[in-house]
């Protein structure tokens, strides 16, 4: 099981990127899958969480209205969006995945993690 995350780049306040993660094996595209992010010599913050079936999400209150998590399970893809986004934003992006079934904000009960891919909002 494997997670390859991209899309991270620099942007300016206020503009947008899309991170993407895809995931190999197929039983793994159902799997409750999330995005964290990461400061150096921070701990690692939830960003926002997407149910198997993609019907229920949960979002960090930092990113509510302004970032939006999908996905497709035939691609095993999940997306970020992140729509105005602020100075603040700038991290390392982690998606990650969990065979539970609960929209969890803890970073401890995903068991597969991809790579970061990194975003950094200029003021």
């Known amino acids: 099981v494997q997670l390859q995350a991209s899309g991270g780049g620099l942007v300016q306040a206020g503009g947008s990127l899309r991170l993407s993660c895809v995931g190999s094996?197929?039983?793994?595209?159902?799997?409750?899958k999330a995005w964290f992010r990461q400061l150096p010599g921070k701990e690692r913050e939830f960003v926002a969480v997407i149910s198997g079936h993609g019907r229920n999400a949960d979002y960090a209150d930092s990113v509510k209205g302004r970032f939006t998590i999908s996905r497709d399970n035939a691609e095993n893809t999940v997306w970020l969006q992140m729509n105005s986004l602020k100075p603040e934003d700038t991290a390392d992006y982690y998606c990650?995945?969990?065979?539970?079934?609960?929209?969890?904000?803890?970073?401890?009960?995903?068991?597969?993690w991809g790579q970061g891919t990194l975003v950094t909002v200029s003021s």
């Open positions: 094996g197929r039983t793994f595209s159902m799997y409750t």
């Open positions: 990650a995945a969990s065979r539970e079934f609960s929209l969890s904000t803890n970073p401890g009960d995903y068991t597969y």
